[in-house]
């Protein structure tokens, strides 16, 4: 290695390392990005992420547009795809997201939690229901979300005691920031067996969600309904939810099909 790349190592850091800032550069606001936006997200000079975008967009990773302009390969939506979190746990519970959505016209979403963030594995939107922020693959914070609710209720203490410590992003003038308060409703979603954040995340919704649990009765995931706030009760939404999650939760315990 010549010196001045063993300068620029010392300077970016190592190879891999400068590969994942370069595609956490990107963003759902940010899905294209040119050369220049690239160097200035990532905090790399413009010539080394020049000179990776090449082996980026060679393996898959990256794709270059008509533009000009960079954005995620399919490559690597591919290898992320077999997050078994993510597309197992997806697999097993698809026909029954199906079902709810199906009965009730409502957006059906599920989601895991990673460290002190909600992501969310699936979404499917009902016809004609209210907007939601949401997306596949979108973190989230786990205080504000019914989902999130549920999944911190039942995180291990630290990981309550470090999201309850803040900062809370306020989202609307519902959003709940109180740690006591917080307390008070990851009590209840355990006491119940379902969460509700009303309005929230937008003012326009109310979100019911209820836990996801594996063979060893540990919580892995959640699964919610999103309505528009004041067309029913949470009371109402709480019951279906709660069956869905409850035979998501069977399906995770039944050994998986062969593949053909």
């Given at each position: 290695?010549?010196?001045?790349?063993?300068?620029?190592?010392?300077?970016?850091?190592?190879?891999?390392?400068?590969?994942?800032?370069?595609?956490?550069a990107?963003?759902?606001n940010?899905?294209?990005?040119?050369?220049?936006?690239?160097?200035?997200?990532?905090?790399?000079p413009?010539?080394?992420?020049?000179?990776?975008?090449?082996?980026?967009?060679?393996?898959?990773?990256?794709?270059?547009?008509d533009?000009g302009?960079?954005?995620?390969?399919?490559?690597?939506?591919?290898?992320?795809?077999?997050?078994?979190?993510?597309?197992?746990?997806?697999?097993?519970?698809?026909?029954?997201?199906?079902?709810?959505?199906?009965?009730t016209?409502e957006?059906?979403?599920?989601?895991v939690?990673e460290g002190v963030?909600?992501?969310f594995?699936?979404?499917?939107?009902?016809?004609?229901a209210?907007?939601?922020?949401?997306?596949?693959?979108?973190?989230?914070?786990?205080t504000?979300t019914?989902?999130g609710?549920?999944?911190?209720?039942?995180?291990p203490?630290?990981?309550?005691?470090q999201?309850?410590?803040?900062p809370?992003?306020r989202?609307t003038?519902?959003?709940?920031?109180?740690?006591?308060?917080?307390?008070?409703?990851?009590?209840?979603?355990?006491?119940?067996?379902?969460a509700?954040?009303?309005?929230?995340?937008?003012?326009?919704?109310?979100?019911?969600?209820?836990?996801?649990?594996?063979?060893g009765?540990?919580?892995?995931a959640?699964?919610?309904?999103?309505?528009?706030?004041?067309?029913?009760?949470?009371?109402?939404?709480?019951?279906?939810?709660c069956?869905?999650?409850?035979?998501?939760?069977?399906?995770?315990?039944t050994?998986?099909?062969?593949?053909l």
């Amino acid at each position: 290695m010549d010196d001045s790349l063993v300068r620029e190592t010392r300077r970016s850091g190592p190879v891999l390392g400068r590969a994942l800032r370069i595609l956490g550069a990107f963003s759902a606001n940010c899905p294209e990005l040119t050369l220049s936006e690239l160097s200035r997200r990532s905090g790399l000079p413009v010539s080394t992420v020049h000179r990776m975008l090449g082996e980026l967009i060679a393996w898959g990773a990256l794709e270059r547009g008509d533009k000009g302009c960079y954005r995620v390969g399919l490559r690597l939506w591919e290898v992320a795809s077999l997050a078994p979190r993510g597309q197992g746990l997806r697999e097993r519970a698809l026909p029954f997201l199906e079902d709810l959505s199906q009965i009730t016209r409502e957006n059906v979403q599920l989601a895991v939690r990673e460290g002190v963030e909600v992501v969310f594995v699936e979404r499917i939107a009902g016809s004609g229901a209210v907007p939601v922020l949401t997306r596949v693959g979108a973190r989230f914070a786990l205080t504000a979300t019914g989902v999130g609710l549920v999944l911190l209720a039942h995180a291990p203490d630290e990981v309550q005691e470090q999201a309850l410590a803040g900062p809370f992003e306020r989202f609307t003038p519902s959003t709940v920031t109180d740690p006591r308060e917080l307390r008070r409703m990851l009590a209840d979603a355990r006491a119940h067996g379902y969460a509700v954040s009303d309005r929230q995340v937008t003012m326009d919704a109310l979100s019911v969600a209820a836990p996801v649990h594996d063979s060893g009765g540990a919580v892995v995931a959640a699964v919610s309904l999103v309505v528009r706030h004041g067309s029913t009760s949470a009371h109402a939404l709480a019951r279906l939810v709660c069956m869905s999650a409850r035979a998501i939760s069977r399906a995770m315990t039944t050994p998986p099909a062969p593949r053909l």
